[in-house]
């Protein structure tokens, strides 16, 4: 689907949307004119003697009934369409910038943010996270969140991952649907506390009690003694054995009356919360897949749905005793209470233990999905091939948060150990680093690269971008050594990585900083990482006759005069300044 697809959903549903509205307010009112019927042809009836008038009585019952039910369907039919046009939205909204607006950024489930994150927009305001996510369970964000700050690399599953995206990116409607389900979830911070409270509560000995014959031993003797009074037989014995087992079974309900009051009451919100889960689980039962990933997925929920059904049915159950008078018919014939806490100890037993991992792949489908979003919403994208061999290189790769009518591509092939990036101001340096960066993040998270084709190697991403001092006495130049010092000690345990450092040791006079950054990058020059300098020092491109280094520059030119950027990455040093023209331009000079 493109830009225009997502349209022309849109709208169809709006459409849709204000039929059933319009359809449900005719039938609301249809529902009270056929109520008001029924009352009065029973008035009229009884107050006139005439009985045929009954009939219209029973005719106006049924065609209420009738209504009321097919308002039900048409609120749950509104209700699913207002979650899948929010789901439309948010992909409309991807194509510009209004995804800037989404509430979610990630910070909210990290416990620290590390430099990386924040150097490459992977968390916070304007992110990587807040423009892919459409999870909506705390393990769905959690996963995702997992998958973009990976460390540690598994190549085999982050292959099956990409096979899992790449399918996803060919199934629309499962896609939309699942997103759809996920947006019904009515409160879903709420939700979740209830399911991993249930979780967390779930006993590996849990047993169920003695109750399992005699809840149906009781109910039976209580009928047939029931029948042999009404029918008197046995007379005498029935009088005295029929209140004893009614009352005996309301001492038994009054007993456990506040045990089983709040354990139904975990139940039915439990029921409720896992209400959406069903209708994913369902949806993707009901799915075929041909990638390994998803397969996997698919049989770690078999059985899933029909748990939830199962869970569903006892806590209706339970909703029926929740009427006085039925309280006491249900418990005083059929030991009810007893019944529904002895089928919820069974179902506990039978799935308990594996709601968790239900809820968990429920997750994981939850973040390939929010991974796949890049296939829909950008122009150009691949999945990167990974090289044994410490390798980078990528055509027309760019920024995948940069607005796609400004955003230009590069292409790049590293091949020395030491790229060093001059330029002047504005020109694009530093997001030609944060593209590469962002680009590896997708790729190690198994999910699209923003190129024509990217292959790289699994190395361990290393920034230093975005500095700042702080109250604790800190100053910018020592939170850089700090960071410098991080990457020089992960480089001398020769750990395969790649470092992005911008503007190196930029807080310090021109002298120490020369110096500072010609003896780290000759550290930093070793066959298991790449780095990547920018500067605005040419006193660093003399590096190439010294280590393995590659200049390379982006460069300026002049239109009418104004200053004007290409933003393509070319081979050599800079030669070439824009300073003193930005300091006229701005009229601080003349």
């Given amino acids: ?27 609301a009112v249809f529902r009270f004119v056929s109520g ?46 207002r979650a899948r046009l929010v789901v439309i939205e948010k992909y409309i909204a991807r194509f510009g910038d209004k995804w800037k607006d989404f509430d979610e950024d990630g910070t909210d489930y990290l416990e620290t943010i590390t430099g990386v994150m924040k150097d490459l927009d992977i968390v916070g305001r304007n992110s990587l996270f807040q423009y892919l996510n ?6 769905g964000k959690k996963k995702l969140l997992d998958k973009l700050s990976r460390t540690a690399f598994d190549k085999s599953l982050i ?31 709420a939700v979740e506390k209830v399911v991993e409270e249930f979780i967390a509560g779930i006993n590996d000995d849990h047993k169920v009690k003695s109750w399992n014959i005699v809840r149906f031993i009781i109910p039976i003797l209580t009928f047939v003694i029931l029948i042999m009074f009404l029918f008197e037989v046995g007379f005498k014995l029935a009088v005295i054995m029929l209140p004893v087992l009614i009352f005996g079974q309301w001492l038994i309900m009054i007993i456990n009356f ?18 959406s889960y069903q209708n994913i689980c369902e949806l993707v039962e009901n799915n075929d897949f041909s990638s390994l990933h998803l397969n996997n997925l698919k049989n770690k929920l078999s059985h ?15 909703k029926q005793r929740n009427n006085l008078l039925a309280a006491l018919l249900l418990n005083g014939l059929l030991l009810w ?48 091939v990974f090289s044994d061999e410490l390798c980078l290189t990528f055509n027309d790769a760019y920024h995948p948060l940069i607005d796609g009518k400004q955003v230009v591509a590069n292409s790049f092939t590293m091949d020395k150990q ?119 020092d040419f006193e660093l491109c003399e590096l190439e006759n010294q280590i393995p280094c590659t200049n390379y520059h982006f460069s300026e030119y002049y239109q009418d005069n104004k200053i004007r950027f290409d933003y393509l990455i070319k081979k050599g040093r800079c030669q070439s300044t824009n300073a003193k023209y930005l300091l006229q331009m701005v009229g601080i000079t003349k």
Avoid at 44 to 66: E, I, N, R, S
């Fill in 1 to 27: 689907m493109d830009y225009n697809d997502y349209l022309l959903l849109q709208d169809k549903i709006g459409k849709r949307i204000k039929e059933i509205e319009n359809s449900s307010i005719k039938i």
């Fill in 337 to 384: 209470d007893v019944n529904c806490r002895e089928r919820y100890e069974m179902w506990v037993n039978k799935y308990g233990s594996q709601i968790d991992e239900w809820i968990t792949a429920i997750g994981e489908l939850e973040s390939l999905i929010s991974l796949q979003v890049l296939l829909r919403t950008k122009p150009q994208s691949s999945f990167a």
């Fill in 418 to 536: 030491v790229c060093v990036i001059t330029g002047s101001n504005m020109s694009g340096k530093t997001t030609f680093l944060r593209m590469i960066g962002i680009n590896l993040v997708l790729a190690y998270a198994g999910g699209p690269v923003l190129a024509k084709s990217f292959k790289c190697s699994l190395m361990r991403i290393y920034t230093s971008m975005r500095l700042v001092d702080d109250l604790s006495g800190i100053s910018t130049f020592y939170a850089e050594l700090l960071r410098i010092k991080e990457i020089v000690e992960a480089n001398n345990k020769g750990e395969r990585m790649i470092a992005l450092i911008d503007e190196i040791f930029k807080g310090t006079n021109s002298k120490d900083r020369i110096y500072g950054a010609t003896e780290t990058v000759k550290q930093l020059s070793s066959k298991n990482i790449f780095t990547f300098i920018t500067t605005h």
């Fill in 304 to 318: 899933s749905s029909q748990a939830f059904k199962e869970l569903q049915a006892i806590a209706s159950s339970i």
């Fill in 159 to 189: 292959i099956q991952e990409q096979e899992a995206i790449k399918e996803l990116g060919n199934k629309d409607d499962f896609v939309i649907d699942f997103e759809t389900y996920g947006k019904m979830l009515i409160k879903p911070k």
């Fill in 134 to 139: 459409t999870a909506v369970t705390l393990r």
């Fill in 36 to 81: 008001a019927a029924m009352i009065l042809f029973l008035l009229c009836g009884y107050f006139l003697g005439k009985d045929y008038l009954y009939m219209g009585t029973l005719l106006m019952l049924g065609v209420f009934v009738v209504l009321v039910f097919w308002h039900t369907k048409m609120a749950d039919r509104l209700i699913y369409l």
């Fill in 258 to 275: 506040n045990k089983n009051s709040n354990l139904f009451k975990q139940i039915t919100e439990l029921s409720k919360c896992l209400t």
